[in-house]
């Protein structure tokens, strides 16, 4: 098999949690002896060549972060841009993951996926579907690489079947949603531990000001005296 990846992220590949779980998967399809090209649309210059090997090319994989439960705009902007294919044959994969853990968050974007092969004139090869990953790349190379592992045995399985086998992803997907008791451990101490947690990645994203602040709140007149 020879694989197209499109990746719809919209952060440049090195800073890109997608590129990172590309890397991942591919390594699982080149172990099968098979072969993969990978474009970046957060490079406009690769559209081009991304266009055209979409239309050469018979097996063809989304990769994608979840961007407020859809597909970034700029993947859709791309995807405007495809014309169906001539002939039938070709394969449509997705791969979608997202920063939070429940799997619910990405059923939204799944469904939405589901419906562009057939405007494409293509089959659907299923959704791969991984939550959790908002940190593949602030926990560096060791940490990070043990978060997108699981998507090199994905990547091989992917080229044994030449889809995403519903058995299979259902059980990668992870919690649809997160138990109770997990939800009320994150209330209290927990949420004391995130917010500490949360204000390290955040300087180390770049921010400066406190995570709660409210530039754009409206001061009231009689505020604004006191
Ligand atoms: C604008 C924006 C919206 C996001 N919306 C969601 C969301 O709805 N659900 C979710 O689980 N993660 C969401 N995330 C988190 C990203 O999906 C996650 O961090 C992902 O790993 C980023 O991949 P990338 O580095 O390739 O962009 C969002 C991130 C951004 C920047």
């Not at 197209?4 to 080149?30: C, K, L, V, W, Y």
């Not at 070709?90 to 990405?106: C, D, N, R, V, W």
């Not at 947690?197 to 409206?218: N, T």
Request: net charge positive.
């Amino acid at each position: 098999m020879h694989l197209t990846i499109i990746s719809g992220a919209a952060r440049p590949q090195s800073r890109s949690n997608t590129a990172r779980i590309i890397e991942a998967f591919s390594e699982g399809i080149h172990a099968g002896g098979h072969t993969t090209e990978v474009w970046y649309l957060s490079d406009r210059r690769q559209w081009g060549q991304a266009r055209s090997a979409f239309e050469k090319n018979e097996n063809i994989l989304f990769a994608l972060p979840l961007y407020v439960e859809n597909i970034p705009g700029l993947m859709l902007e791309f995807l405007e841009g495809l014309s169906p294919k001539e002939k039938p044959g070709t394969k449509m994969a997705f791969l979608i993951q997202g920063g939070f853990p429940e799997a619910s968050q990405s059923r939204c974007c799944e469904r939405f996926l589901k419906t562009l092969p057939q405007q494409l004139n293509c089959a659907h090869a299923g959704t791969l579907i991984r939550g959790n990953m908002f940190g593949v790349r602030l926990l560096g190379k060791k940490l990070g690489g043990r978060l997108v592992q699981p998507f090199t045995d994905m990547g091989r399985l992917f080229a044994e079947y030449g889809e995403f086998r519903p058995e299979i992803v259902s059980g990668f997907a992870g919690p649809e949603y997160l138990p109770e008791k997990q939800l009320r451990q994150m209330g209290g101490m927990g949420n004391y531990i995130q917010r500490w947690s949360m204000r390290i990645v955040a300087r180390r994203l770049g921010c400066r000001e406190k995570l709660d602040a409210k530039p754009y709140h409206e001061v009231s007149p009689v505020q604004r005296k006191q």
